[in-house]
């Protein structure tokens, strides 16, 4: 089955800088890459998501990009704010609305 | 669009008894139901997935017997914990996939369940 690997565990920035997350994954066969933000005692919130048959793309201060060769995918968020700290899931999953597999998460605190 | 209510967002119960979790998809129909396990700090784990009208496929390791899952609509998928145990405290999510959310996934809000 699928396996992600996400990196780092926990990201500590400055407000203003930039901030990278990284995620591998296995199955070749995977093609919907989505990234989730998770506050406290609620549900993840899609803020961006990525199709194998794209390589980069941008909302505002997020962006995705996706290596298929590498099997790689990563977040940037540019220009970060207080209000961005939460933890980051990356996931992937295979056609056809099967399961998302996710990474373990990553903790990103903003410092104002 | 592409909303999933769940509820109870909060829910405590007493050892042995049994905990129904309910979420609805507002707007759409979800044939697909996914239900995760979220242990604190934790990422979210896969339990089971459910199709309306069908039985629920369970992953490894997750007892069919505890958690009960009911997919009768196509807008209401329910989860009941039974004879809860204070290890079964976690915050368990659903999920459905929805073309009204670009093909996405839509994620309820969560039910912390914690048992006493």
């Known amino acids: 089955g699928e396996n992600v690997e996400q990196h780092p565990s926990t990201l500590s920035v400055q407000e203003g800088d930039s901030a990278v997350i990284k995620c591998t994954y296995s199955d070749s066969a995977s093609n919907y890459f989505p990234w989730y933000k998770q506050e406290l005692g609620k549900g993840p919130q899609l803020i961006i998501d990525i199709r194998s048959n794209v390589g980069e793309k941008k909302d505002q201060r997020i962006a995705v990009t996706l290596n298929k060769t590498a099997k790689h995918f990563s977040l940037h968020i540019t220009e970060t704010q207080p209000e961005d700290s939460a933890v980051y899931f990356c996931a992937a999953s295979p056609p056809g609305y099967s399961t998302l597999t996710f990474g373990k998460g990553t903790m990103l605190l903003v410092s104002p | ?116």
Request: overall charge positive.
């Open chain 2, 1 to 116: 669009g592409a909303v999933v209510s769940q509820h109870p967002s909060r829910v405590i119960c007493k050892s042995g008894t049994s905990v129904k979790i309910e979420c609805r998809s507002l707007d759409f129909q979800a044939t697909t139901m996914f239900w995760y396990r979220q242990f604190p700090k934790q990422s979210l784990m896969l339990m089971a997935t459910s199709n309306e009208g069908s039985k629920a496929t369970y992953e490894q390791g997750v007892e069919k017997d505890k958690f009960l899952i009911n997919h009768a609509s196509l807008t209401l998928s329910t989860l009941t914990v039974t004879s809860a145990h204070p290890e079964d405290s976690s915050f368990y999510i659903c999920s459905a996939p929805s073309t009204a959310a670009n093909y996405g996934y839509t994620f309820g809000s969560g039910t912390r369940l914690t048992v006493v």
